[in-house]
């Protein structure tokens, strides 16, 4: 398909060469341009032909495709629009068809290719185009991770110009899960990034990922926001060569929690294969941590940042070497006798948050941890709201953390309330994370001292009724899963509006503090620079222009090796591309 050509250059690389990797994707060209398409058009069409080997009828294929863009559609300026087409491999525009074009599909692991046409000196998209696999079985099961419509929608993130995730439950992971038929507030939030369209709700946070005593910049840490409402991960980016990070498209008037880790370097552009993470004693790497104000009693408690402006600085963030829990939490923990009040180290605002964690050997005993909320003294007649409750969340699927955590409640009334062991959503997606909700008792305010217990549960097995396996909650885990079986509380107060949706009344206030006094992982040194790596040559032959993106089924054993030879080295990565340097189009250098 020699729809451009361009003197053959090019870089074989785990995906892209020359990105700017945020856990949204926004590509770069090798002269640092935004890969987009043009600011003059609000509309790109794209032209479906269904036709295909498998028996899917048109009209299937047509509402997948369909679907899939309309997941895009609305989230920012640009917007797809589905065409009709009979035709394949059509110069100047933009296509979705299946093929088995041996240069594009080499290994029966590659389920979907999107290849990009683009101005190397601007990022203009000229003309994208999504191939499908015909020699591959896609399901027409929801709840398969090779559901066709997770296939479909992926690749669409592609001809928009996005880049891969590594943010659990978002559709441009760079592994093919469960649920990826419906993007996820990541993927809204690298969308609106590369094409904002004004929206006065929208806002950012910036600052700068460090470590050691000279607050040396880390370059490559995966730094997470995760709403306070919703507590979804909501924006992510991976940090530059100078710690510095800006995650944008976030909701204003929310609050976010800010978690930085390790990256996997599997899948990312090839400068990030430089990144290093053994700044710890003993060259050890450094772990997942949220970003907390200095001084021992703060330890434990992450730090709830509001963002209420179009942008946010919060400051130096610094990676930590160890896991940090409230000493009250440690002095009585797995001790139901004595319990800590979360409530305690507020200075204002009702709710808090803390870190906590179980070994091994307290999962395998079912040890729970207990703590208090005490809200007795709480005058809830100032608040002139009715309907309103204790919202209390476990979260741990968002940081990799293989369990699910089980909620008691106890309270003077002597009720129990359970949480459910899983939610299967909408789009096939297996939530393990815990919410429950506890009615705010008006008339006896002794009752609104609740005791809370969390019990852990390993994931490893199906649960009666949902026949999946642990990759349909921790795709991809052998890469991210953590070590500890960690996780974040988070209490808040909010309001039943009535139609199944509750709204944020009050939760902990902040006062906003950075990382600068109290920098961890002393052995932290700059990478002064970083190289590509992979293969590299030149000849006068002609050859597509662009990059080519692969979409991957890791379940069924594909080899991964196509298409066409660009994705040398793919092992276990979503998305392989690979850049040009330049377009050459009718025999002219655009």
Not at 365 to 375: G, H, I, P, T
Not at 457 to 477: Q, R
Not at 484 to 502: P, Q, R
């Amino acid at each position: 398909m020699n729809k451009y050509s361009f003197q053959f250059l090019f870089f074989l690389s785990a995906c892209i060469c020359f990105t700017n990797a945020d856990a949204y994707v926004k590509n770069l060209t090798g002269s640092s341009a935004i890969v987009h398409w043009s600011s003059n058009i609000s509309t790109v069409d794209i032209y479906v032909n269904p036709s295909n080997t498998q028996g899917y009828s048109n009209a299937l294929v047509d509402a997948q495709a369909a679907a899939g863009a309309a997941q895009w559609n609305g989230k920012s300026r640009i917007s797809i629009r589905k065409n009709s087409t009979s035709g394949t491999n059509q110069t100047g525009v933009n296509e979705l068809f299946f093929s088995t074009d041996p240069s594009v599909f080499s290994g029966s692991g590659v389920v979907g290719v999107t290849q990009v046409y683009f101005k190397n000196t601007s990022g203009e998209i000229l003309e994208a185009d999504i191939l499908l696999n015909d020699a591959v079985p896609f399901s027409l099961n929801i709840n398969d991770e090779k559901y066709l419509g997770n296939v479909i929608t992926h690749e669409m993130g592609h001809f928009l110009g996005l880049g891969h995730s590594q943010v659990a439950g978002s559709t441009m992971l760079f592994s093919l899960a469960r649920g990826e038929n419906q993007i996820s507030d990541d993927d809204v939030a690298g969308l609106y990034s590369i094409y904002p369209n004004g929206n006065s709700s929208k806002g950012s946070i910036f600052g700068k990922v460090i470590g050691g005593n000279g607050l040396v910049g880390v370059f490559g840490a995966h730094v997470q926001a995760i709403s306070v409402s919703t507590g979804h991960v909501a924006g992510s980016i991976i940090s530059d060569a100078d710690g510095s990070f800006t995650i944008d498209g976030l909701k204003k008037n929310d609050q976010y929690y800010i978690y930085t880790s390790p990256i996997a370097i599997v899948g990312l552009p090839s400068k990030y294969d430089s990144v290093r993470n053994d700044f710890c004693a003993t060259s050890k790497k450094y772990r997942g941590s949220f970003l907390q104000s200095c001084g021992s009693s703060f330890e434990g408690y992450p730090q709830a940042v509001k963002l209420n402006s179009s942008s946010v600085n919060v400051g130096k963030v610094t990676i930590r070497c160890g896991l940090d829990v409230p000493t009250d939490y440690m002095q009585y923990k797995n001790d139901s006798r004595a319990l800590f009040d979360i409530q305690d180290n507020v200075i204002s605002g009702v709710g808090n948050s803390f870190t906590g964690y179980f070994s091994s050997q307290e999962i395998s005993l079912s040890q729970k941890d207990y703590f208090r909320m005490d809200y007795s003294n709480i005058n809830w007649d100032s608040l002139s709201m009715s309907n309103l409750y204790v919202e209390l969340k476990v979260i741990n699927q968002s940081l990799y953390s293989s369990f699910k955590a089980v909620i008691g409640v106890k309270r003077d009334s002597s009720s129990y309330v359970v949480s459910p062991k899983y939610t299967q959503e909408s789009d096939g997606w297996i939530n393990i994370e815990s919410t429950v909700r506890i009615p705010i008792n008006r008339v006896l305010s002794s009752d609104n001292n609740f005791e809370i217990s969390v019990t852990p549960v390993l994931v490893e097995t199906t649960s009666a009724g949902l026949p999946f396996t642990k990759l349909d909650y921790f795709p991809s885990s052998g890469y991210f899963e953590d070590p500890l079986f960690f996780y974040l509380v988070s209490a808040s107060i909010v309001k039943d509006n009535g139609d199944s949706t509750y709204s944020l009344v009050s939760s902990k206030n902040d006062q906003l503090s950075d990382n600068t006094q109290c920098p961890d992982a002393i052995n932290t040194y700059a990478l002064s620079s970083y190289a590509l790596k992979g293969a590299s040559t030149s000849s006068g032959k002609k050859r597509e222009d662009g990059m080519a993106c692969g979409t991957v089924d890791l379940s069924g054993g594909g080899n991964g090796s196509g298409p066409g030879g660009f994705f040398v080295g793919l092992i276990l990565s979503l998305i392989v591309c690979s850049l040009t340097s330049s377009i050459i189009r009718n025999n002219k250098t655009i």
